[in-house]
T-cell receptor, first 113, second 114 residues
Framework: DVKVTQSSRYLVKRTGEKVFLECVQDMDHENMFWYRQDPGLGLRLIYFSYDVKMKEKGDIPEGYSVSREKKERFSLILESASTNQTSMYLC????????????FGPGTRLTVT | AQSVTQLGSHVSVSEGALVLLRCNYSSSVPPYLFWYVQYPNQGLQLLLKYTSAATLVKGINGFEAEFKKSETSFHLTKPSAHMSDAAEYFCAVRAYSSASKIIFGSGTRLSIRP
């Protein structure tokens, strides 16, 4: 069974803080993704990575950065959190062999006050 | 550019009734289409996928979807709703701009009345 875990289910941070969201997958998947989920907007892709140290911007990368130093781990960084980054953040992974079945973590609900 | 439109942000049906969740796609090339489901407090999981083989696709938990090119639709159905089907459902399409990217619709929340 593929497992994607995220470091926190709930997180509360103050405006201006640097925030790290961690995602780990245990199936040796090449591709990893960060999405944010907002009511009425569905899932929007922030960044994705298709290999260690490789990254590509998604649809809404502004205000975010990512790091992938090891194959199993993909981190999302909010350099200076703002209230409009309050959201649910979902991590996903997939293998290049069957890249369309994405496996999701349970999500991190981030509140920035 | 590819996109999907889900008609109805919230659908409510009685237990035992037909479930119909609507999805229309926009794609200049033959699409790969998906339905994902998100149960409360969980991540998304794949329900079913269409990859240009049979137009009627069967998924998990009794759900199925039919690809209709003439209508650019990929509606999700289940003959008889169960209380455990209450969840949010997302239609999605493969993005040709990037090999691994999927574009999600805005989601439809399904409620089941006892």
């Amino acid at each position: 069974d593929v497992k994607v875990t995220q470091s926190s289910r709930y997180l509360v941070k103050r405006t201006g803080e640097k925030v790290f969201l961690e995602c780990v997958q245990d199936m040796d998947h090449e591709n990893m993704f960060w999405y944010r989920q907002d009511p009425g907007l569905g899932l929007r892709l922030i960044y994705f990575s298709y290999d260690v140290k490789m990254k590509e911007k998604g649809d809404i990368p502004e205000g975010y950065s990512v790091s992938r130093e090891k194959k199993e781990r993909f981190s999302l960084i909010l350099e200076s959190a703002s209230t409009n980054q309050t959201s649910m953040y979902l991590c996903a992974s997939t293998t290049t062999r069957d890249r369309y079945e994405q496996y999701f973590g349970p999500g991190t609900r981030l509140t920035v006050t | 550019a590819q996109s999907v439109t889900q008609l109805g942000s919230h659908v409510s049906v009685s237990e035992g009734a037909l479930v119909l969740l609507r999805c229309n796609y926009s794609s200049s090339v033959p699409p790969y289409l998906f339905w994902y489901v998100q149960y409360p407090n969980q991540g998304l999981q794949l329900l079913l996928k269409y990859t240009s083989a049979a137009t009627l696709v069967k998924g998990i938990n009794g759900f199925e979807a039919e690809f209709k090119k003439s209508e650019t639709s990929f509606h999700l159905t289940k003959p008889s709703a169960h209380m455990s089907d209450a969840a949010e459902y997302f239609c999605a399409v493969r993005a040709y701009s990037s090999a691994s990217k999927i574009i999600f619709g805005s989601g439809t929340r399904l409620s089941i009345r006892p």
